[in-house]
């Protein structure tokens, strides 16, 4: 995600323009998604075109300090619950205010990733086969549910 075009967008906007590609692009079938500046540090480097931006973890080489920015927990959704070799399940949200991703494991663990991009909180169904799980989605929010095989 290149941070410098949405200098004035706020973390939550950029950590919800993260889940949204990575959603959307894993739904519709790629496979991996690479963040070539995921880590920078306090000035935006390193950088060769002098584009200085941010980074869901910015590093202060001075201090040692490390921020841990909201899209690299919005990132975490995706990567800490799809397994390598996971494949993609059908979903549809009747809205656009949600986006929605899901997947099943190799293990047949089942794995759904949730972005509200609205002002608003929203209900949600989880439905597979005759079961559901319902539940509230608040205004800006990312969850996962994980259902396990």
């Given at each position: 995600?290149?941070?410098?075009?949405?200098?004035?967008?706020?973390?939550?906007?950029?950590?919800?323009?993260?889940?949204?590609?990575?959603?959307?692009?894993?739904?519709?079938?790629?496979?991996?998604?690479?963040?070539?500046?995921?880590?920078?540090?306090?000035?935006?480097d390193?950088?060769?075109?002098?584009?200085?931006?941010?980074?869901?973890?910015?590093?202060?080489?001075?201090?040692?300090?490390?921020?841990?920015?909201?899209?690299?927990?919005?990132?975490?959704?995706?990567?800490?619950?799809?397994?390598?070799?996971?494949?993609?399940?059908?979903?549809?949200?009747?809205?656009?205010?949600?986006?929605v991703?899901?997947?099943v494991?190799?293990?047949?663990e089942?794995?759904a990733?949730?972005?509200?991009?609205?002002?608003?909180?929203?209900?949600?169904?989880?439905?597979?086969?005759?079961?559901?799980?319902?539940?509230?989605l608040?205004?800006?929010?990312?969850?996962?549910?994980?259902?396990?095989?």
């Open positions: 995600m290149e941070y410098s075009r949405f200098a004035d967008s706020d973390e939550v906007q950029k950590a919800e323009m993260y889940a949204h590609d990575m959603a959307g692009n894993l739904s519709a079938g790629v496979e991996a998604e690479l963040d070539w500046n995921l880590i920078l540090d306090e000035n935006g390193p950088n060769n075109v002098g584009n200085y931006c941010a980074a869901p973890i910015m590093c202060d080489i001075g201090s040692g300090a490390v921020e841990k920015r909201l899209s690299y927990y919005y990132i975490g959704h995706f990567s800490r619950y799809i397994r390598c070799g996971a494949k993609v399940i059908a979903t549809t949200s009747y809205t656009d205010k949600m986006d991703a899901a997947f494991n190799p293990d047949g089942r794995v990733v949730f972005l509200n991009k609205s002002d608003e909180d929203l209900e949600i169904t989880l439905r597979e086969g005759g079961r559901g799980i319902a539940a509230a608040p205004a800006h929010s990312i969850a996962t549910v994980i259902v396990s095989g």
